[in-house]
């Protein structure tokens, strides 16, 4: 089952991400460009791996740990995903996701937690190709809807 499947099969506050995220395709897009390190359009080419140093960087650590490790998911606050990620790559998420500004950090605070953990099942960062087959699979997953 994949990944947004899931979350379409759950109520709840991962219900409505899942629902957001089917009724604007572009939010997973913007996503996965901010994870993948070879899409520059969002955030750089840090990808995933920038994305987890960020949130060190920010003192989130050991949240995003609980992310990547098996078991459940804290979740983040928008506070929190602006904190580690700034202004300027909210905006290029916002613009490639289609949304308003002050949309970014909310919706990426609803889906990154999910992502990052759908993304490292084994409780570690993906190594070498790894990481594109994941983020491959994830856009697969969004044409077949």
Known sequence: MGLLD????????????????ANNPQVLTAAVALLNPKDPSVGGTGGLGGVIAAFEKAGLGPMVSQ???????PPASPG????ALGSDVLA????KAGLGQG????VLASVLPGLVDHLTPTGQLPAGDQLQN???????GLAHR
């Open 103 to 106: 949309e970014a950090a909310s």
């Open 67 to 73: 992310w990547i490790a098996n078991g459940p998911n």
């Open 6 to 21: 899931s979350l379409l099969g759950k109520g709840g506050a991962l219900g409505s991400v899942a629902q957001m995220v």
């Open 134 to 140: 994941a983020l491959g699979g994830l856009l697969a």
């Open 80 to 83: 929190q995903v602006t904190s």
């Open 92 to 95: 290029q998420f916002a613009q």
